[in-house]
């Protein structure tokens, strides 16, 4: 296991086209996050799942916005009809978690840039 | 909601020094405290995690400390190295996500 897998590592897009991310999760692992880093800021959370189950989703994470971790494993974070304040870093975390909590490992991360 | 934030912003300083990097807290129920390292344009790399139970936890170079009741911890590095220079990031586990602070960029010099 080679750690958390993201694709693609980059992506340039037109504005008002759709794209969509992929996250592979470390294989044990039932916790999986989505976070968004804009330049010079920290990561900001967009949505976690457990297992298959999305559980949370921030206020960031407009109707434009949607993600899916079918049957547990890889998660997609699809974005339509892209604006350019969209552009940003989108980190994938995993973490086996327990009420006491683990920590995260994060992945390589998709940048996107909207032009 | 939980506010993470770190001093400095920036820091530079010669190689073979000894830093402290500060991070504090406005929720202090949290779960844990995870400090990551960024280099420019890559993702997280994790370096230490401390449970909301312990003080610190120290991994060669490194050791962090953390006190709940203050709202702090603090990333301590030692002898200092060119290969250090990154973006240093904390982040406090409150609910069912971390929250960020907005980093401390490092930068060593030879």
């Known amino acids: 296991d080679t750690g958390v897998s993201q694709n693609p590592r980059h992506k340039i897009t037109k504005r008002g086209q759709n794209v969509t991310f992929r996250c592979d999760p470390i294989?044990?692992?039932?916790?999986l996050y989505w976070y968004r880093q804009t330049l010079g800021q920290g990561p900001e959370f967009l949505t976690y799942?457990?297992?298959?189950?999305?559980?949370?989703k921030s206020r960031l994470l407009s109707d434009r916005f949607s993600a899916e971790r079918p049957k547990g494993s890889f998660s997609t974070l699809e974005i339509q009809r892209t604006e350019q304040g969209d552009s940003a870093m989108y980190l994938c975390?995993?973490?086996?978690?327990?009420?006491?909590?683990?920590?995260?490992?994060f992945g390589s991360g998709t940048r996107l840039t909207v032009v | 909601k939980q506010e993470v934030t770190q001093i400095p912003a920036a820091l530079s300083v010669p190689e073979g020094e000894n830093l402290v990097l500060n991070c504090s807290f406005t929720?202090?129920?949290?779960?844990?405290l995870q400090w990551f390292r960024q280099d420019p344009g890559k993702g997280l790399t994790s370096l230490l995690l401390?449970?909301?139970?312990?003080r610190e936890q120290t991994s060669g170079r490194l050791n962090a400390s953390l006190d709940k009741s203050s709202g702090r911890s603090t990333l301590y590095i030692a002898a200092s190295q060119p290969g250090d220079s990154a973006t240093y990031l904390c982040?406090?586990?409150?609910?069912?996500?971390?929250?960020f602070g907005t980093g401390t960029s490092l930068t060593v010099i030879p």
């Open positions: 975390a995993s973490s086996l978690d327990t009420l006491a909590g683990y920590g995260y490992t």
């Open positions: 294989s044990e692992h039932n916790r």
């Open positions: 799942f457990q297992n298959e189950a999305q559980l949370e």
């Open positions: 929720d202090s129920a949290i779960y844990n």
């Open positions: 401390i449970q909301s139970s312990q």
């Open positions: 982040a406090a586990k409150t609910g069912n996500q971390f929250y």
